[in-house]
């Protein structure tokens, strides 16, 4: 028996041959992606867990967490291998009758933590995104509220487009020059602030102006019509209703300003610094102060210190703080922005 | 039905109006006479100036880049709207607008209707309380949304939402509300609620409407202005433009032989 013909029997098996080729080899793709971001985190998870948390209570490694780097000194004792902090190995020598002379190998920042790097990283993007948002939503509202177009804001638009464009090193140079030594502000938390606000400042202007285009034209005439000035409108009809869209445009920025490493280490990033950014004699010194930064910190410990069988925990282990403390802070964003959301929806 | 008085003495005074999009005219010479508590509509085919000239009265168009009066003048109380003395915002509270596609604001109903008078610096809970239920009364919806004033607007009706505009409009105290085309998205039984509306409205606001449903506008308009290619070609009673209009146009047009 002949298999049935009808007027939609198939006609070519190259045609259904090219279209099955051309789905695998975009299915191939999309897979090469999933298994290379799968490596890499998967890589820093582990490497990195074994770093951040232990086998007893209270599992995660509150030393490494919440505590500054310090030297790791390697010596035997006892006939024993000890393995000590700096800190540790002073009080050691000072207790142990005998101790005074021991002879120690010293790691540098392979001991105690990163607690210096995780507040630096913090501060970092809490007073960029302040300042990014504040510039740019401002500038998002003039262009697109109020300024007519014309040459010179095709002009505007043009060169912000041209910023985004700029790679961040450049970002890093041009703080350097600008605030670093033109203002004189030295290697500082303010200095970061700036080079970093500048960094993404292009992202959060785009955005915000997306945001505040698609806020329906209707609320504005409802508003302006019931005799609203043009920034009661804004205030009241506008800008409520794009905040969520300019959440988004942030959290995008949160991850880049926490990322980057090339504007800040000219302009705010110390190798080491001993105390914390808060414990500042003048409530001025906070903001002229270098902090430790995440990225610039792993930075430092891969390729600017010898490299023993002890740098990898600390590599690996930022690295795995970083992430976290990146997914957290948008997690955090996204949160708020769907809980504006749901609260504002038109 | 509407009595056809036209006794009535004018609030809004249009004379000899010339008005552009940047070199584009949309409005030549209209000279017309809106009187004070009566409902005027605007009818003619789609592009012939009616809705430009609505917004016009409360300067919307001020918002349109190139769109400017040419020549003549609008005047209402005797003073030209377009005066170097004329404050636009104040202008706007005594001008009221309701527009083509209902917008409640994405809030709740009552924060809806004391939208204006926030604007305003009212903070006075008593007041607002009474004139937002006053507002909602006057536009028919009080009973139907009483007990629900702090739900989201956007939960009502189109129907519903539309006279919630015209209760937010109310609620400034316009003396002038403009309406353009209200109806043009509701069903029949939502636009039958918005036309009684109208009529309860008409004994305290004077009301120009722009429609294009002919039968609306001899329903519920007490004089009716035809317009065609920027220009007015007729301005009457309504009884007298849809049965015995002066001019052939006027004819053609609302008998539905184009349009």
Wanted: with cysteine; net charge positive; proline share 5%.
């Amino acid at each position: 028996m002949s298999a049935p013909t009808h007027r939609f029997t198939p006609r070519s098996g190259a045609r259904r041959l090219r279209e099955a080729v051309v789905v695998a080899l975009f299915r191939a793709a999309t897979y090469a992606v999933l298994l290379a971001g799968g490596g890499v985190f998967a890589d820093i998870l582990y490497k990195g867990s074994r770093t951040v948390f232990q086998a007893e209570a209270p599992f995660i490694n509150t030393t490494f967490l919440f505590s500054s780097p310090e030297s790791l000194h390697v010596f035997e004792w006892e006939g024993r291998r000890r393995e000590m902090g700096d800190r540790e190995f002073r009080a050691f020598r000072e207790r142990e009758p005998g101790a005074a002379d021991v002879r120690a190998e010293s790691f540098v920042y392979s001991a105690g933590g990163i607690w210096p790097c995780i507040a630096g990283t913090l501060l970092l993007v809490a007073g960029a995104m302040s300042l990014a948002l504040a510039v740019g939503v401002s500038s998002a509202v003039y262009l697109s509220e109020y300024a007519r177009d014309g040459r010179f804001i095709r002009f505007v638009r043009l060169a912000i487009l041209n910023l985004a464009g700029v790679p961040s090193i450049v970002f890093g140079l041009f703080g350097f020059g600008m605030f670093v030594i033109f203002f004189g502000w030295n290697v500082s938390l303010i200095a970061g602030w700036f080079t970093l606000a500048f960094m993404v400042l292009p992202v959060v202007i785009t955005a915000s102006e997306e945001a505040l285009k698609a806020v329906p034209q209707g609320l504005r005439a409802a508003a302006l019509a019931l005799g609203a000035t043009r920034w009661q409108t804004i205030r009241t009809a506008v800008l409520p209703y794009a905040l969520p869209g300019i959440l988004t445009s942030s959290i995008l920025g949160i991850a880049r300003v926490a990322g980057e490493t090339a504007p800040i280490m000219f302009t705010a990033a110390y190798v080491v610094r001993d105390r914390l950014p808060w414990e500042v004699e003048r409530a001025v010194d906070f903001l002229f102060q270098g902090v430790m930064a995440l990225p610039y910190h792993i930075y430092v410990v891969s390729s600017k210190i010898p490299q023993n069988e002890y740098t990898e925990r600390v590599q690996y282990g930022t690295a795995f703080v970083f992430l976290l403390l990146v997914a957290l802070v948008a997690a955090a964003s996204i949160l708020l922005r769907n809980r504006l959301r749901a609260r504002l929806r038109w | 039905m509407p009595n056809q008085t036209t006794a009535s003495s004018p609030i809004v005074e249009i004379s000899e109006l010339d008005f552009c999009y940047g070199s584009v005219p949309a409005l030549h010479g209209v000279n017309l006479s809106i009187p004070a508590r009566q409902v005027t509509a605007l009818i003619g085919p789609s592009g012939c100036g009616k809705s430009t000239l609505l917004r016009c009265l409360n300067r919307m168009n001020d918002l349109i880049e190139g769109a400017r009066v040419v020549r003549g003048s609008i005047r209402i109380h005797g003073v030209d709207i377009h005066g170097p003395e004329v404050d636009v915002i104040e202008l706007r509270k005594h001008v009221g607008m309701v527009f083509q596609k209902s917008n409640p604001f994405p809030k709740s109903i009552y924060e809806n209707i004391a939208y204006g008078l926030r604007l305003q610096g009212v903070r006075d809970r008593a007041r607002l309380d009474a004139v937002v239920e006053q507002s909602l009364r006057g536009a028919a919806l009080w009973d139907e949304v009483k007990d629900r004033l702090q739900q989201s607007a956007l939960g009502l009706s189109g129907g519903q939402q539309q006279r919630l505009c015209i209760a937010r409009t109310i609620a400034v105290e316009p003396e002038v509300i403009l309406m353009d085309e209200p109806c043009s998205a509701l069903d029949p039984v939502a636009t039958a609620k918005i036309e009684e509306l109208i009529q309860e409205l008409r004994s305290r606001y004077s009301i120009v409407i722009v429609t294009h449903n002919m039968q609306q506008a001899a329903r519920c308009s007490d004089q009716t202005a035809f317009f065609y290619l920027g220009r007015l070609i007729e301005h009457a009673p309504t009884r007298d433009i849809f049965t015995s209009p002066a001019n052939p146009q006027t004819e053609a047009y609302v008998s539905g032989r184009f349009g």
